[in-house]
């Protein structure tokens, strides 16, 4: 009785998520007239959005819609599962028009529009943009979205948007912790607002989180638009960096303890004995030094005194016999002249 009263419950619960993601699938693939669609999305209900038109068209910016052709037509075959083609319709976004029988306008039916998607990383400790820069470990972060696929807002359900962040080992979180650890998913953050932030579900302090760089980015894929239409910045963000760790990097306090290697280079020890002949050799003249002595103005000369004795000259061998000799001749010339 009691297996029988659980097994009741759990049919009642599925039946119930069954009926939710129904109505959730049916919120999000009804086109009602005036709704936005996107480049991408597949199995979409717009029979509200041509009414009974099988054909639409598109006009030209600029163009007279009431008074004019449609410059693209487009015929529709299942208006129960639409198919937005990039290839048809990348070319034309904007406004497209039910046709009446004749071709001519009959009221707008929905508008075609480009998927964006961009996402970014704030540090809510510092209160800055810490997209593609640094977070010092242990402040909290969110992230932001921009989007214009807040449009799908018109059908009564928000878009759900994919959030990826990979850890600097590869690994990929489908949840975060705060800094009161508590998890918040980031796989279906639905996207009320343009831009879309989401609370600081991030403690880059938990020891769960290692320093190094993360990378983040998001991607959409409701009613299937990243697989038709799988383009960076549009169905799937470009993705950007943060660098958690304690030290900015832009200040470095280590100090360098190597000492660098010098490099001398010895000059070749041999002396070169080749003497260039071009140029001659010359001797050495002895070089004579001439002092001239110049006597003062003052100087008074030296007279020498009676006693003082006068050097005798040196007289040569024989001189004496010579001056005795003179000395008779003379006698005699003398005595001779008197007699």
Known sequence: MIMTFKANIWAILLLFLLMVGTVSAAGITTISQGNTVFLGEQGLDITGAVGSSTQIGWWASGAAVTTSSPDQTYSISSPTNFFVLPSSFGSYTGAWYRLDSAGKAAGPAFTVADPQLSVKVEDTTAVIDATNKWVPRGDQVRFGIETNLVAINQRSQSPTVTLYVQAPDGAQYSSLVNSAGTPTRIDNL?????????????????????PGTYSVWAECNVNGMKDNYGVTGKTISSTVTVLVQDQNPLISSRISTTIPTVTITTPPTTIPTTIPTTLPLTTAQPTTILTTVIPTAQQTPVIPSATTQQPQPTQSPGFDFIAVFGAAIVCFAIYSRKK
């Open 190 to 210: 639905a996207v009320t607002t343009n831009p879309y932030y989401t609370n600081s579900i991030w403690d880059t302090g938990n020891s769960m989180y290692a």
